[in-house]
């Protein structure tokens, strides 16, 4: 079959970001099906494209994956105009696309919500069978984090939304509270599938060369955070706990936040200005060089800001590297996540704005390097039974080629 795959932020293992729609396309190729991957130019991302653009746009086969790249440069740290200015850019050149394009099934992915908008086009002005996959719900969580409070626009990104999920023939949530938001727009359950974010068990291995960043030393408890530094990630709570941990004279814990994002300046800024010297500010690296950085670390962060709305609605993708690196997590939110960390015995969980817990859960992982073996060794076996990235994307694909 030929796939038409939308995906804004798209990239390949050589960029910083995610890459669960590069792994579902190139499984898709393996066997025997064809994609063509339609995405932006993503701040952090690599399509693994380098010709010039031209009007607008450049075309290439990486990986077996033919890929139509956009000019549209999009960033995390760019305001709410550009970045709104960008997704509907993406959206209506996409649209040309849907329209154009021999295709047997359409598949859009959020971030952003607008990535429907071919897919709908798509079902209703060609009759082509539609997948949709929800990656976060949109307009709850920008609403619950009072990112947007304009009723006018939530209420048309509330139209969208419900227009996108019964347009498609199928449905995808990558989180237990992305499945129950898209069921409560009327979407039938037997049109829905969860398929979390998985594991990438290869390149988190054991053949990665570690490292870590000027001012760890060997002998420190490294406790790493990989990700995007916005409102979301509620980064104020490691510098917080490292302000905390400094104050008890433990400077033998250093707390590493690998990434980019719009409040990046701020907590620098914040960290320099209160002398927490104990938390190390890193840039973004690919995929292969944070995997040896993973495996130096003795911990990693889950953190999120603290919005009941996030707690059964994400499925982070830095979750599933720490334990694909054999990694502790330190989750400082309720939700599946943490009921998952309690019930495998693969990490702590804290209470979410509570620096003193925060920190205490650190100095103990410290202390205790036994535990904290048995606990990355419950991590690695709960990535390779439960969220091995090679399974999960046979079920995706499943799910996605027996569309009817």
């Known amino acids: 079959m030929n796939i038409l795959y939308f995906h804004q932020h798209f990239s390949t293992p050589k960029g910083c970001v995610g890459i669960r729609s590069y792994e579902m396309a190139k499984n898709l190729i393996r066997h025997g099906h064809s994609v063509t991957m339609v995405c932006g130019s993503y701040n952090g991302g690599n399509t693994g494209l380098s010709v010039d653009f031209i009007n607008g746009k450049r075309e290439g086969i990486v990986d077996g994956i033919r890929v139509i790249e956009f000019n549209l440069a999009y960033s995390n740290s760019d305001g709410f105009l550009k970045r709104t200015f960008s997704f509907f850019k993406f959206a209506f050149k996409s649209i040309g696309l849907s329209l154009t394009e021999k295709y047997d099934i359409v598949f859009a992915t959020t971030t952003p919500l607008t990535a429907g908008i071919p897919g709908i086009v798509a079902r209703w002005c060609r009759g082509k069978k539609f997948v949709f996959?929800?990656?976060?719900?949109?307009?709850?969580?920008?609403?619950?984090?009072?990112?947007?409070?304009?009723?006018?626009?939530?209420?048309?990104?509330?139209?969208?939304?419900?227009?996108?999920?019964?347009?498609?023939?199928?449905?995808?949530?990558?989180?237990?509270?992305?499945?129950?938001?898209?069921?409560?727009?009327?979407?039938?359950?037997?049109?829905?599938?969860?398929?979390?974010?998985?594991?990438?068990?290869?390149?988190?291995?054991?053949?990665?060369?570690?490292?870590?960043?000027?001012?760890?030393?060997?002998?420190?408890?490294?406790?790493?955070?990989?990700?995007?530094?916005?409102?979301?990630?509620?980064?104020?709570?490691?510098?917080?706990?490292?302000?905390?941990?400094?104050?008890?004279?433990?400077?033998?814990?250093?707390?590493?936040?690998?990434?980019?994002?719009?409040?990046?300046?701020?907590?620098?800024?914040?960290?320099?200005?209160?002398?927490?010297?104990?938390?190390?500010?890193?840039?973004?690296?690919?995929?292969?060089?944070?995997?040896?950085?993973?495996?130096?670390?003795?911990?990693?962060?889950?953190?999120?800001?603290?919005?009941?709305?996030?707690?059964?609605?994400?499925?982070?993708?830095?979750?599933?590297?720490?334990?694909?690196?054999?990694?502790?997590?330190?989750?400082?939110?309720?939700?599946?996540?943490?009921?998952?960390?309690?019930?495998?015995?693969?990490?702590?969980?804290?209470?979410?704005?509570?620096?003193?817990?925060?920190?205490?859960?650190?100095?103990?992982?410290?202390d205790n390097p036994d535990l904290i073996l048995e606990m990355g060794q419950n991590a690695t076996l709960l990535a390779k039974n439960s969220f091995d990235r090679s399974k999960l994307a046979d079920d995706w694909l499943q799910w996605v080629i027996e569309v009817d």
């Not at 009723?151 to 419900?162: D, F, G, H, R």
């Not at 960043?213 to 510098?239: C, E, K, Q, R, Y």
């Open 133 to 366: 996959e929800v990656r976060d719900l949109w307009p709850e969580l920008p609403k619950a984090m009072g990112v947007i409070k304009n009723p006018l626009i939530l209420a048309a990104m509330s139209l969208l939304e419900w227009v996108s999920y019964r347009s498609a023939h199928r449905c995808i949530g990558l989180s237990p509270g992305i499945v129950e938001g898209i069921k409560k727009r009327g979407v039938s359950a037997d049109k829905i599938a969860m398929v979390p974010n998985g594991c990438d068990l290869t390149i988190f291995s054991d053949v990665v060369s570690p490292w870590r960043p000027n001012g760890v030393d060997d002998a420190d408890f490294m406790a790493v955070f990989t990700g995007t530094h916005g409102i979301a990630n509620g980064l104020d709570s490691a510098l917080n706990a490292a302000k905390e941990l400094q104050s008890r004279g433990r400077t033998d814990i250093k707390l590493v936040l690998i990434g980019q994002g719009k409040l990046k300046p701020t907590l620098e800024a914040r960290a320099k200005s209160e002398g927490i010297d104990n938390i190390i500010f890193h840039e973004p690296v690919d995929k292969i060089k944070l995997a040896g950085l993973m495996r130096s670390a003795n911990l990693g962060m889950q953190l999120l800001a603290n919005v009941p709305a996030f707690y059964f609605g994400t499925s982070p993708n830095k979750f599933f590297d720490y334990i694909a690196s054999g990694l502790p997590v330190l989750n400082n939110y309720p939700g599946w996540l943490a009921g998952m960390i309690e019930q495998s015995d693969c990490g702590f969980t804290v209470s979410p704005e509570n620096p003193k817990a925060f920190a205490d859960t650190l100095e103990k992982a410290a």
